[in-house]
């Protein structure tokens, strides 16, 4: 039986700690599509959710102002072809023409196929890792849009008071 030094046995166990704590994407619920056009919003929600809790961040709701906004978004990326957060319209500007007056934040990706990938994606991200399991935001909006020749674009936006930023 080898002999483990004290320190080689707290560095496999911190070893051990960490990749329990790196994100994770859970299995995909039974029988959801890979086309995006076939998702349904308690699909989308609960891909969302699976998502947070197995990284430890509450569920959000869903927001049909906040979806709106990114619509908006994914169809301007789609048709421009381009992938930015300010294609002529900020952010800001968006959510308050969809109604939506507290603090936000997106995310945005293009030519992932699926919800998955584009959440995993994001994962890998730390800026949008960090939107997608932030316990500040409370509430989410997701869309995609197609460009003539097929590629996707994706936007989520999440969204909640603006007192949970203040220290």
Not at 66 to 88: I, V
Not at 141 to 156: C, D, E, I
Request: with cysteine; net charge positive.
């Amino acid at each position: 039986m080898p002999h483990y030094s004290r320190r080689a046995f707290l560095a496999l166990g911190a070893t051990g700690l960490l990749a329990a704590c790196a994100s994770t994407m859970p299995p995909l619920p039974a029988k959801m599509s890979d086309r995006p056009e076939d998702l349904t919003r308690e699909q989308i929600v609960s891909t969302i959710n699976a998502v947070r809790s197995a990284n430890g961040a509450p569920a959000w709701t869903y927001n049909a102002a906040l979806e709106a906004a990114a619509r908006s978004q994914a169809r301007l990326m789609a048709r421009q072809d381009k992938l930015s957060h300010d294609l002529g319209v900020t952010l800001r500007q968006r959510v308050s023409e969809a109604g939506y007056l507290l603090a936000v934040g997106e995310n945005l990706a293009k030519g992932y196929k699926t919800l998955p990938e584009t959440i995993d994606g994001w994962l890998n991200s730390q800026g949008h890792r960090n939107t997608l399991l932030s316990p500040k935001f409370l509430e989410f909006g997701l869309a995609f849009a197609r460009t003539n020749s097929g590629k996707l674009y994706w936007a989520m936006i999440a969204g909640g008071p603006y007192e949970a930023w203040r220290p």
